[in-house]
């Protein structure tokens, strides 16, 4: 810097002196997202992410991949199957009505889809309930499976793809205005096509409890239903291990654009939101959080 003006060579040392450093991994407690995405790699830093990344990789020649899914081939699960989702013990059901019938081409719904998140407040029809859930969730078809005897077993077919035909994931539904139906918290029945009760009034409240941030509470206020996709991923992850939870959160998404879908033909408004508490949603629902857990979240109401 011998040619440098004195006056460049005083600003050059203060900026120098005073540049940002990155503290090391092993000195920082408080740690931001963005501050374990710069870290990616780094020997002191853990990121469940990567690591759920790494484990649900698939190579060739893994065997015990292989065996695992295997074992869903032999007579005992085909028989399993064909059981799945019975709800025979569930009580108090509450029946459906017919659903109703969009009118509007395909291509139209793609390109009208948006999300929505201004409600009216008015009540939802029923039977446009009843059609965005059997079109998401219900069983549309079904598939005879032969077993070492010759005998058959009837599989239930529904209407998104599911990895292993294993179904993982579950609609759950907080009722907020929906015309014939009591406020409360009900899960869809695929196999019946019918509610099942899960909770009263109170448990809608404890749902909108559960949603982080006032905008994501608001929101719902004056909707019709708030939807929560709830998935049992050990379901999948018995056949298929960690990469079984790929499987479950792309069914969760397929079965969500479904909902998208259907409500714009039906004229309705939705918006998918994962704005809340884990812990806090898992207990509204009763659920343990490992073996059954919300993962997602969807609002549907008339359009404003």
């Known amino acids: 810097m011998g040619d440098v003006p004195g006056g460049l060579k005083k600003a050059s040392s203060a900026i120098t002196s005073y540049r940002a450093q990155s503290p090391g991994t092993e000195g920082v407690g ?8 710069d870290n990616t790699g780094g020997d002191c830093l853990s990121s469940p992410a990567v690591d759920f990344l790494l484990a649900s990789r698939i190579g060739r020649g893994d065997m015990e991949f292989n065996v695992s899914v295997g074992d869903y081939f032999v007579d005992p699960m085909i028989v399993t199957y064909g059981e799945m989702d019975r709800d025979s013990l569930a009580s108090d059901t509450v029946e459906l009505p017919k659903s109703s ?24 029809d029923l039977r ?23 005998d058959m077993v009837r599989y239930n077919l529904r209407a998104v793809p599911s990895g292993g035909g294993l179904y993982p994931v579950s609609v759950f539904m907080a009722v907020l205005r929906v015309g014939g139906l009591d406020r409360g918290v009900y899960r869809y029945a695929p196999l019946l096509d019918r509610l099942v009760p ?39 992850m018995r056949k298929y291990g960690p990469r079984g939870l790929r499987f479950t959160l792309q069914e969760v998404g397929a079965i969500a654009q479904q909902i998208n879908l259907i409500c714009t ?32 979240t969807m609002t549907v109401g008339v359009e404003a």
Not at 107 to 122: F, H, K, L, M, P
């Open 30 to 37: 408080f740690r931001t997202h963005q501050f374990r995405c």
């Open 101 to 124: 019938k969009l009118r509007t081409p395909l291509e139209q719904v793609i390109a009208r889809r948006r999300s929505g998140r201004n409600y009216t407040g008015e009540a939802l």
């Open 128 to 150: 446009d309930v009843a059609t965005f859930l059997r079109g998401a969730a219900g069983v549309t078809g079904h598939m005879e499976v032969p077993r070492a005897s010759g």
């Open 198 to 236: 899960v909770a009263g009034e109170r448990g809608c409240q404890d749902v909108r409890s559960a949603l982080a941030g006032d905008l994501a509470a608001e929101q719902s206020d004056a909707a019709g239903v708030h939807l929560v996709f709830v998935i049992s991923p050990w379901r999948s």
């Open 265 to 296: 033909g039906l004229g309705l408004a939705s918006v998918e939101s994962s704005s809340f508490y884990e812990d806090e949603l898992n207990q509204a629902l009763n659920l343990d959080g490992t073996f059954e857990t919300a993962t997602h």
